[in-house]
């Protein structure tokens, strides 16, 4: 088994305000550890990240209809949150879209890595965790949803998509299930 770890769209933008900013600081440590643990065990972790241009033309079409400006480039809060700890030798992708698959490099790059088995954590749960699982369910990944290093704006929809999820497409387990799985791996 080859475990990549996945973190998608920690950015400054979806943690300035409403509940996710009460939930930044756990929300940071979880993942710090979750990168740690896999650094640990020469995993290799992949960044992405959500960027928009100004005029939205690269946008969804929700953005586009309702003119809702968010990590938008070449801002401060198009950036990953710097509380993060990153690395040199950590992968980073730019996606346009909620799942990290669609018109990415990201399956290349799982592809090279040799990775089978990935382990995803981020924000939204409802949009980009969701369909980030699914494609990576339906190009045959095992996918690992990290339960203390995910989180939503809405609890409702936080805990509908992990039930979807936790149904048939994902294993969700928290940094020390996480923990003992690679050390079984």
């Known amino acids: ?29 979880n993942v710090n550890e979750l990168t740690k643990m896999g650094r640990r065990n020469h995993i290799p972790i992949i960044w992405v990240r959500q960027e928009f241009k100004e005029d939205l ?14 990590t938008i480039e070449w801002t401060e809060w198009a950036n990953f949150l710097w509380e993060l700890i990153r690395e040199n030798t950590d992968f980073e992708i730019m996606k346009k879209r909620y799942s990290a698959f669609f018109k990415t490099n990201l399956k290349y790059i799982l ?12 924000v939204n749960t ?3 965790v969701r ?33 979807y999820l936790r149904h048939s497409i994902a294993e969700l387990k928290t940094n020390n299930e996480i923990q003992d799985f690679l050390k079984q791996s």
């Open 131 to 163: 369909m980030s699982a699914i494609d990576a369910y339906q190009y045959d990944y095992k996918v690992i949803v990290g339960l203390d290093c995910i989180e939503a704006y809405d609890f409702e929809q936080h805990e509908s998509t992990l039930k």
């Open 57 to 70: 033309s690269d946008a969804p079409l929700y953005n586009k209809k309702t003119g809702k400006k968010i």
């Open 126 to 128: 409802m949009s980009c």
């Open 1 to 29: 088994m080859k475990v990549a770890i996945v973190i998608i769209d920690m950015l400054q933008d979806f943690f300035e305000e409403g509940y996710l900013k009460y939930k930044k600081d756990i929300i940071v440590k």
């Open 111 to 122: 592809d090279k890595l040799e990775s089978d088995t990935l382990i995803i954590a981020w």
